[in-house]
């Protein structure tokens, strides 16, 4: 546990001097920002625009922070034989992983609860009365980042070049926010006679669905989140990334250096 | 006591292209044994096999066939690990750190109490004559320092087997002046090392015995201790095939 905890601090300290952790830093706070500016387009609903613009802006950089922090930080420690130098001291490959994972995690989540820290201060201003599902929209964009950031590190891990993991990170992102019209796909080549049901149904379990985790949509609409549904959100999420980090594990476990 | 033997060692290198795979035979049914407290260089020419041994030793390739051994122990091994100082030939770090910074990395992966680190870490900064830029970051460092952060991280836990590759490769004069004092300190110290070069004078300066390697096989082994004519010649002479 010591190795793993080394390992992401480690992680945490590179991650915070790269200068693309601050670009994309700035940058998410000047979007959050000048959603005030887009909010009077519609006067009526202020706050909810500052809201939509504000969370989506969170998850977006959030996102963009932790593909960036799996390619650049394990696929570059590869590319450069860094990573030879710490695999010939006592450290297993699963804490190496697991502990790249964790630093990135941690660095995402501080990301998060700053960049969510802005926006509340900005709906606070605007008289904003406080809805205690904007926590859990937070808590639910962190746990889209735990997933994806197993992903990236999986794919890192597979792919040869840095850009083809990114490209294929980002092709998953969106793929796992459209699962479900795989479902309606399904539905329409049956009608048509075509049956790929097996297939479709493969990847619809294979793919992350993000969409199940969309909890900001909730957020100023009366429809209750029920609390076996968070449950069995969080246990999703958390057997997802588990099983990809897992499987990184494995191929790590295989790879020569 | 032997400190490293290895058994039909062998390593095959397969490069899988779209249709087609390439193989390379690095290292074939290598059978050597290492006396503990020596310097043993192994000698050969790029492509001989040599980097190969050393990174089978510690685990970064894993071998197509055969054994190798370390202290008895089969190799790879976690335990080992602590125990083997590796420094590879183009030592690689990640640049964001400062050179106090990686020592301490390295020194919490290898289990060291904060105290004991931070004792371990001053007294190789001043082994490797880099106290004075603990601060600065790698990346801000010259090649020939990042060659000392490399030497400094294979000195930290202190090694009983020092596995160096190519040590003095890209160093200027003092550079390899102070790599060849420093090697030889180490086995005052009573210290096992295995270094691979394929510059024979260095060879000859500072090993007991020399291993030459050709196209993965180990041609012969020579004591250096009374050898009669110039291991310059008996190298290229078996790599060459006139022997």
């Not at chain 1, 939509?52 to 998850?59: Q, S, V």
Request: with cysteine.
């Amino acid at each position: 546990m010591k190795k793993i905890f080394a390992i992401a601090e480690y992680t945490v300290k590179e991650n915070i001097r790269h200068r693309i952790f601050y670009t994309i830093f700035i940058f998410a706070l000047v979007v959050i920002v000048s959603s005030v500016i887009f909010s009077m387009l519609s006067p009526e609903e202020e706050t909810r625009v500052i809201l939509d613009i504000g969370l989506g802006a969170i998850e977006i950089f959030a996102f963009l922070s932790a593909i960036f922090a799996a390619v650049g930080l394990v696929l570059g420690e590869i590319e450069n034989k860094s990573v030879s130098l710490i695999l010939v001291r006592p450290v297993r490959r699963f804490e190496y992983i697991w502990g790249r994972y964790s630093g990135i995690l941690s660095i995402s989540l501080f990301n998060i609860l700053l960049m969510s820290s802005g926006l509340l201060f900005l709906l606070f201003i605007k008289g904003w009365k406080f809805d205690f599902r904007f926590l859990l929209a937070v808590a639910f964009i962190f746990l889209k980042v735990v997933i994806i950031s197993a992903l990236a590190i999986l794919i890192s891990l597979i792919s040869t070049s840095a850009i083809s993991s990114i490209s294929a990170t980002f092709f998953l992102w969106v793929l796992g926010h459209v699962t479900d019209h795989l479902k309606y796909l399904n539905h329409v080549l049956l009608e048509k006679g075509v049956k790929i049901t097996i297939f479709l149904k493969a990847i619809y379990y294979l793919l992350p669905n993000f969409q199940y985790l969309n909890v900001k949509d909730y957020i100023g609409y009366p429809n209750p989140l029920a609390g076996t549904t968070i449950f069995w959100q969080v246990t999703y999420s958390l057997v997802y990334a588990s099983a990809a980090t897992w499987l990184s594990v494995l191929v790590f476990s295989r790879k020569e250096f | 006591m032997v400190a490293i033997r290895t058994e039909n060692l062998t390593k095959i290198y397969i490069r899988k292209h779209l249709f087609t795979s390439k193989k390379t035979n690095a290292l074939e049914s290598l059978n050597l044994e290492i006396e503990d407290r020596k310097v043993f260089g192994l000698l050969g020419l790029n492509g001989s096999g040599k980097t190969t041994l050393l990174k089978l030793l510690v685990g970064l390739l894993f071998p197509t066939g055969g054994f190798a051994y370390i202290f008895g122990q089969r190799v790879p091994h976690l335990s080992l690990l602590s125990r083997i100082g590796y420094l590879p030939e183009f030592p690689c770090f990640l640049m964001y750190l400062t050179a106090s910074e990686i020592l301490h990395f390295y020194g919490k992966l290898c289990g060291f109490s904060m105290k004991e680190r931070q004792k371990r870490v001053e007294e190789t900064l001043d082994l490797v004559d880099i106290r004075e830029n603990r601060n600065d970051r790698l990346a801000d460092f010259s090649k020939g320092m990042l060659e000392r952060i490399g030497l400094a991280q294979v000195l930290l836990h202190d090694p009983e087997l020092l596995l160096l590759d190519e040590p003095t490769s890209g160093l200027d004069p003092l550079g390899v002046k102070k790599m060849r004092q420093t090697i030889l300190r180490l086995r005052e110290e009573g210290k096992t090392i295995l270094l691979s070069s394929h510059l024979v004078t260095e060879v000859e300066r500072v090993c007991d015995r020399v291993g030459i390697l050709h196209k993965g096989e180990l041609k012969r082994v020579v004591e250096m201790k009374g050898l009669e004519g110039r291991l310059e010649d008996l190298f290229t002479d078996t790599v060459s095939g006139n022997v």
